[in-house]
């Protein structure tokens, strides 16, 4: 078993290489395609089809991975970063429309969103055998390096151009791929009393667990409301009079104060639990969504960003131990791949698909009204869920 400390920091870099590298595809996507003259309608469409190809492309890994347990998670996730790098300099190098750009991102989208859940596994198989690993650290200063990266990125565009956030995108890439395939692999033990019962099918796994297929409905319209307030914060930076610039401080303020979360993240854990947990985390992506809403100038928009410690940066770790805590060990990665495709993934698909629409026909108010009603529903679903828990205890 390699030491403790290499496991940790080495797993901390790989967040920070990861968050890097998705803040440079992710956080001025809509500024890029826009750029090459694509509408908020056909921005949001082409968004959503890079979610929903790691939607398709998630369980299918996830599964292959639980069915070949002795085959290494870091191989998997460094050949499926491979095809996104790849997909990614063609996108830099070859000028295209409508349904070449959306090739490119079904293989960005599926490929690279695939890998986050089997990294976060990476992690996990050592601390179910009792290493010490800071998952909910190692997530924070994730969210550390996105915020210095938008604020790069910010300046980057100013003096450079929109486009040569590719260019970016692709060196981070590859960084992360040489610190994916040198993370140590996790010793798999052959059981005496025989071997390991077989994974499930992910329809078994939502049948037999109704409260968490619920809680996987209510992160779904959570994530439809909160994640537009990322993907499209440029349009609502903006409407406030801001610039493409301010959008990077403004993805620093947002991407930094998940990092607080990351400190107090066990404690809150250890006293509510996984559930209650992620009810507060819509509540708060609720409550950023009003904000925005009501912010009259950038000043007040920039004020907004640490209602993110709560939301969304209480969502990310909350999610992984939630899993961890509610589905059977033998599909504990499918089980993340099902997290990830509710949130990130179809979450990301529909919120994108609706809010750049919204966007189109109301502008960036309208948008944050759409997302309060997500949120509201998330919140509810959620509590439904809690609710559905303690009866099944009792």
Request: aromatic residues 10%.
């Amino acid at each position: 078993m390699p030491s403790v400390r290499r496991l940790d920091y080495h797993y901390m870099a790989m967040q920070i290489g990861f968050w890097a590298m998705f803040a440079a595809i992710c956080a001025y996507q809509a500024a890029l395609l826009t750029s090459r003259g694509f509408t908020n309608a056909e921005t949001g469409l082409l968004i959503a089809v890079r979610c929903l190809a790691g939607i398709v492309c998630q369980p299918a890994l996830g599964s292959f991975a639980d069915r070949h347990p002795h085959t290494p998670l870091r191989l998997i996730v460094s050949l499926a970063l491979g095809v996104g790098l790849i997909a990614g300099v063609v996108f830099l190098l070859c000028p295209m429309g409508m349904a070449g750009t959306m090739a490119v991102l079904i293989l960005m989208g599926g490929f690279e969103i695939t890998s986050y859940p089997l990294m976060d596994a990476m992690a996990i198989q050592f601390i179910q055998k009792g290493v010490p690993i800071r998952y909910s650290l190692g997530r924070g200063v994730g969210s550390l390096a996105y915020a210095v990266c938008c604020v790069a990125l910010g300046l980057q565009v100013t003096a450079w151009g929109v486009e040569t956030t590719l260019i970016t995108h692709a060196v981070l890439t590859a960084l992360e791929i040489v610190l994916v395939i040198t993370y140590p692999v996790c010793p798999v033990e052959e059981s005496a009393a025989g071997p390991a019962p077989a994974p499930h099918s992910a329809l078994w796994l939502l049948r037999q667990n109704p409260a968490f297929a619920l809680m996987l409905l209510a992160i779904l319209f959570g994530l439809t409301g909160c994640l537009p307030m990322s993907n499209f914060l440029v349009n609502v930076v903006t409407s406030r009079g801001g610039t493409a610039g301010d959008l990077g401080i403004a993805l620093f303020l947002m991407a930094g104060f998940e990092l607080p979360t990351a400190f107090f993240f066990q404690r809150l854990y250890r006293r509510l639990g996984g559930g209650r947990l992620l009810l507060l985390s819509m509540v708060f992506c609720f409550f950023k969504a009003l904000a925005l809403f009501l912010s009259p100038s950038l000043p007040f928009v920039l004020l907004s960003q640490p209602l993110q410690m709560l939301g969304y940066g209480l969502f990310t770790p909350t999610s992984v131990y939630y899993v961890n805590d509610s589905v059977p060990p033998e599909d504990q990665v499918k089980g993340q791949t099902l997290m990830m495709v509710a949130s990130n993934g179809l979450g990301g698909v529909l919120g994108s698909l609706f809010a750049g629409s919204i966007l189109d026909l109301g502008g960036p108010n309208a948008m944050l009204l759409f997302c309060m009603a997500c949120c509201t529903a998330a919140a509810l679903l959620a509590l439904l869920s809690l609710k559905m828990s303690s009866r099944s205890a009792t």
